[in-house]
């Protein structure tokens, strides 16, 4: 069975650009859910994804945004970069959710550079 | 709100040393607990959960016992090995409106040299 996989691995941006990444969950799996980690904040929950919806959202500001398709493949966008934004980006899937102790599967992230 | 708090690292033991990573958490009702591991350059795996109080999580050697009276959720090895070194971390979600929300400390780097 094939684990979450993310796209690209690498990206190198400047800032007031705009980026898309990309998250494929492990097949049957409905929920992904997308954070960031940084040396200094560690790992912040963004955003989770069910159904093509919303369930729930971390404390970043709206430049920070995501979407899930009907396969349950996700992206998310970050708008007018900035330095700070610098980070790798995690996704991960579960069958519905963390709640009553399920897993949850990370892919090996994307590293955003921000210049 | 949730919150999870690890020992401060890093930690640098010898193999066949015993490992201890503290890890306490606040949260309201009754939580999920969590150990997360990560390799360089990898995401994160999961090492060993419990869902209740006194729960005893396990996995290759490494173990943690849900306490509730203490909030405490302590990860232990017997005898470590170099191949353990890694970024651990300790994370809760929590019964009612987690969703795919986990909760992390902010991790612990375990460096173990033979």
């Known amino acids: 069975k094939a684990g979450v996989t993310q796209t690209p691995r690498y990206l190198i941006k400047t800032r007031g650009q705009q980026v898309t990444l990309s998250c494929s969950p492990i097949?049957?799996?409905?929920?992904v859910s997308w954070y960031q980690q940084t040396p200094g904040q560690g790992l912040q929950f963004l955003f989770e994804y069910f159904s093509e919806t919303q369930r729930n959202k971390g404390n970043f500001p709206g430049r920070f945004s995501g979407r899930q398709f009907s396969n349950s493949r996700s992206e998310m966008n970050v708008s007018t970069l900035e330095l700070g934004d610098s980070a790798l980006y995690l996704c991960?899937?579960?069958?519905?959710?963390?709640?009553?102790?399920?897993?949850?599967?990370f892919g090996p992230g994307t590293r955003l550079t921000v210049l | 709100g949730n919150s999870v708090t690890q020992m401060e690292g890093p930690v640098t033991l010898s193999e066949e040393a015993f490992l201890t990573i503290n890890c306490t958490y606040t949260?309201?009702?009754?939580?999920?607990l969590f150990w997360y591991v990560q390799y360089p350059g990898e995401g994160l795996q999961l090492l060993l959960k419990a869902t209740k109080a006194d729960d005893k999580g396990s996995n290759k050697g490494f173990e943690a016992t849900y306490r509730k009276e203490t909030t405490s959720f302590h990860l232990e090895k017997g005898s470590v090995q170099v191949s353990d070194s890694a970024v651990y971390f300790c994370?809760?979600?929590?019964?009612?409106?987690?969703?795919?929300?986990?909760?992390f400390g902010q991790g612990t780097i375990l460096t173990v040299h033979p």
């Open positions: 949260a309201t009702g009754y939580p999920s």
């Open positions: 097949s049957g799996h409905r929920s």
């Open positions: 991960a899937s579960s069958l519905q959710g963390v709640s009553q102790g399920n897993e949850q599967f």
């Open positions: 994370a809760l979600s929590d019964g009612g409106t987690s969703y795919g929300k986990l909760t």
